[in-house]
């Protein structure tokens, strides 16, 4: 497969829309899971689980694009 018929393929399939996408709804995600589990006085290693699992379904997002 040449170089430019691969990136016309994921410019078709809207793979970078969807990497935009989850970027913005993961940092936001992000942002209200960290400002609720500090109200909520949850312990630190639910943010660390939580950062890890929307970091994770970011490759998962990308592939089922």
């Given at each position: 497969?040449?170089?430019?018929?691969?990136?016309?393929?994921l410019k078709?399939?809207?793979?970078?829309?969807?990497?935009?996408?989850?970027?913005?709804?993961?940092?936001?995600?992000a942002e209200?899971?960290?400002?609720?589990?500090?109200?909520?006085?949850?312990?630190?290693?639910?943010?660390?689980?939580?950062?890890?699992?929307?970091?994770?379904?970011?490759?998962?997002?990308?592939?089922?694009?």
């Amino acid at each position: 497969m040449r170089q430019m018929s691969f990136y016309q393929e994921l410019k078709r399939r809207k793979v970078f829309r969807v990497a935009i996408a989850y970027a913005v709804i993961g940092w936001i995600l992000a942002e209200i899971g960290d400002l609720l589990f500090e109200t909520f006085e949850a312990p630190v290693w639910v943010m660390k689980v939580f950062t890890t699992v929307i970091i994770l379904g970011f490759p998962l997002a990308l592939f089922f694009a």
